[in-house]
């Protein structure tokens, strides 16, 4: 990503949160930021530490944010408007939209987690402008902001899908060397808010809600899925590892992440094979075997029906893109 680049024609934050010390950040990670417009921003937080870490923030105008963890597992302790006291455990693959009209708390990240996170920040008057048009297509939660901000909270929670974190590694990655960098961040931001909207709005409100801990069992049920794509374990397996029975962690990926478990390991290896086409050698082959097909054929026919091309087409267009584009 092209930090150096950004910083010169945009203001850097020190973080994504308003953190009161940020040298816990400068000695164990980094964080960055881009503006894309006032009151319209995108930031990183990347930190590892090998203790405790303790972050504490505080901030009294109000925050519109959307926010996704990409890695790590950390609790966060905050006050708000309705929210005092709260404790949330918030996990790798989780994504989120809160709006608060004051805020301060704690990031308590444990020894040794990597933590990444993405948020994209939305002042009241870009939130208006952005929907005001649209006011029955955002969440009955967040429709009175539109007119400016109120003494509330709202938080949505939910899961991320293995679209949503492709296109997140292609806002990690940067724009490509030449492209213009605020058109490549707004246009990703802006799918990501859509989406989230879109998530947001599947949520009826009549429909009975997960408890915390079945969400975090569900999330933990994901990362066990995903950690091995050769040998993920079977549906019967996940559930007596996480502890919840098969057809609540059927409902709890329906509700999360909008498809079932199968679904979602599908999506997953093919976008994963997508990721090893562009950044390495692998050919159809060894992708395939990477993200657990043995059958040749099978693997090329559910990668042409996910993203409407055939791998050995796709592996030959990215090539030929990469061998015109000019050396930076």
């Known amino acids: 990503m092209a930090d150096d680049q950004t910083s010169k024609t945009n203001p850097v934050v020190s973080s994504p949160l308003p953190l009161k010390d940020t040298r816990a950040i400068l000695s164990q990670g980094s964080s960055w930021a881009y503006r894309i417009q006032d009151g319209f921003w995108v930031s990183r937080l990347d930190i590892e530490s090998g203790k405790n870490l303790r972050l504490e923030y505080e901030k009294d105008q109000p925050a519109l944010n959307f926010g996704f963890i990409l890695s790590g597992n950390y609790i966060n302790c905050f006050k708000a408007p309705g929210l005092n006291g709260k404790e949330f455990s918030n996990h790798a ?29 939305l002042s009241l008057p870009v939130f208006h402008d952005l929907f005001h048009m649209e ?13 400016g901000p109120v003494e509330r909270s709202y938080a949505f929670r939910a899961g991320m899908s293995p679209e949503v974190r492709s296109v997140l590694d292609r806002m990690v990655r940067g724009p490509l060397p030449g492209a213009p960098a605020r058109l490549f961040y707004q246009g990703i931001a802006l799918d990501l808010i859509a989406g989230q909207i879109a998530r947001a709005n599947s949520c009826l409100p009549n429909r009975k809600k997960m408890s915390c801990g079945d ?69 159809v082959s060894q992708a395939a075997a990477a993200v657990g097909y043995t059958n040749i054929s099978h693997f090329s026919s559910a990668y042409k029906k996910h993203f409407n091309i055939l791998p050995k087409k796709h592996i030959l267009g990215i090539r030929d893109f990469l061998t015109v584009m000019p050396e930076s």
């Open 135 to 147: 006011e029955n297509s955002v969440p009955r939660g967040l429709q009175p902001i539109l007119n």
């Open 215 to 283: 969400q975090d069992r569900v999330m933990h049920a994901r990362d066990l899925l995903t950690q091995d794509l050769v040998s993920p374990p079977c549906l019967k397996e996940l559930s007596r590892k996480v502890g919840i029975n098969m057809n609540k962690l059927q409902q709890g990926f329906h509700r999360l992440y909008g498809v079932s478990v199968f679904k979602y390991l599908q999506h997953y290896r093919m976008q994963e094979a997508n990721r090893l086409f562009h950044e390495t050698d692998m050919n």
């Open 93 to 121: 693959g989780t994504s989120g939209i809160s709006y608060l009209s004051r805020q301060e708390g704690v990031l308590v990240i444990p020894a040794g987690t990597h933590v990444h996170l993405v948020h994209i920040h």
